[in-house]
């Protein structure tokens, strides 16, 4: 099993829909989570960060389920420049070594 | 605040030639790292410096790859002989005690 997992998609999803998908991790020890955004040919930007049970950023909600180890990144009322690579990073040791996983690709579409 | 900042922004070489990526994380960040991230793929850790010494470089290939960050600021990330499936993006980052990663806009290597 890989220590971090994401769907690649990609997820095709209408303007003004909503798009949600998962991330799940292989340390159970795990504390802090992030989602990071990254465009085509650009570096990855942090959109959110993950430490309790949840957070919520606008259009943007990230929920932590401990019990069956995953992360999930909700979009709300997509818009076009949402479309990008969504990249789940968790720590994989009890040194904090933060790994990435591969990235959910979204495409919004009018 | 400045970003992380890298150099060169694209590099090509022939395999077996060297290379050598330059980085200079934001002021105040302790860490710094350098990632490997071929297309399609997700960032892989080459790297980890906690100040000027090193705190993971598992998955770094010593054979060919080298880093240093003399003084714990600016770092350098070496390549000898480079081979085709060195091709990728290079990404640096850095990170504060509390804050956590911040991305240069990293180095396009392409072999061939």
């Known amino acids: 099993r890989k220590e971090v997992e994401q769907d690649p998609g990609p997820f095709n999803v209408p303007e003004g829909a909503t798009v949600a998908f998962n991330c799940t991790y292989s340390n159970s020890a795990s504390q802090s989570f992030f989602w990071y955004r990254q465009d085509c040919r650009k570096e990855p930007k942090l959109l959110m960060s993950?430490?309790?049970s949840g957070n919520e950023d606008g259009r943007f909600t990230a929920q932590l389920n401990r019990a069956s180890q995953y992360i999930s990144l909700l979009i709300r009322d997509s818009k076009l420049s949402d479309s990008a690579t969504y990249l789940c990073?968790?720590?994989?040791?009890?040194?904090?070594?933060?790994?990435f996983g591969a990235g959910t690709q979204v495409v919004v579409t009018p | 605040e400045a970003g992380v900042a890298q150099s060169p922004r694209y590099k090509i070489i022939e395999k077996r030639q060297s290379v050598a990526f330059w980085c200079n994380p934001i002021?105040?960040?302790?860490?710094l790292y350098w990632y490997q991230q071929i297309l399609g793929q997700g960032p892989k850790l080459l790297i980890q410096?906690?100040?000027?010494?090193?705190?993971?470089d598992s998955q770094l290939p010593k054979d060919r790859f080298s880093a240093e960050r003399l003084k714990g600021v600016d770092s350098t990330l070496k390549i000898q002989p480079a081979k085709l499936e060195d091709s990728a993006v290079y990404l640096c980052a850095s990170s504060g005690e509390y804050s956590p990663l911040h991305f240069g806009n990293g180095t396009r290597l392409t072999v061939t």
């Open positions: 410096f906690q100040n000027n010494g090193v705190v993971d």
């Open positions: 993950v430490y309790s």
């Open positions: 002021s105040g960040h302790a860490t």
């Open positions: 990073v968790a720590p994989t040791d009890s040194w904090g070594k933060l790994q």
